[in-house]
């Protein structure tokens, strides 16, 4: 008896601090300028973003300039340029996770972590790519969930 209140007690425990993830994902087709709908309207969580870059080959560039838009539920826009290493020594030596397969490699930014957001609802986040760059193929974002803990 003791043993299975034990039980019920961690899976009680596991379920209320597990995270819970959404990733999307877009090939870069003609535009520089790719745009997501971020869900953010649960109030007991905290959300961490990261985007997700998919190069076609290691790029020479050491950094790459990306400019972040993103509109509120009740269209506040806020924007900023934000600078990610790109090479592959600047990624390691940055402890960035990547993954390579055949003919690509896709690299993990983290963006922002811990943001409870002030309106919570549907988000637009749009990221423009430099011109120049070819050699990303797709960008993403990837959300997680994280339960707010409330004292």
Known sequence: MKNSILLILSLIACS????????????????????????????????????????DSFTDRNSIPMEVTILSPTSV??????????????IKKNNIKYSCGVGYYDVQYSYREG???N????????????????????????TEKIPIIRK
Do not use: H
């Not at 870069?28 to 190069?55: K, Q, V």
């Not at 011109?131 to 993403?140: C, L, M, P, Q, S």
């Open 115 to 117: 943001i409870i957001p």
């Open 16 to 55: 209320c601090t597990r995270t819970s993830e959404n990733e999307f994902f877009k090939t870069r087709e003609e535009s520089s300028c790719i745009s997501f709908s971020l869900n953010m309207s649960d109030t007991l969580y905290a959300y961490n973003l990261f985007i997700l870059l998919r190069y």
């Open 77 to 90: 826009r806020a924007s900023e340029t934000i600078v990610l290493p790109s090479s592959r020594d600047m």
């Open 119 to 142: 309106e919570r609802g549907t988000w637009q986040i749009s990221l423009t790519l430099p011109e120049d760059e070819k050699r990303i193929t797709g960008v993403g974002i990837l």
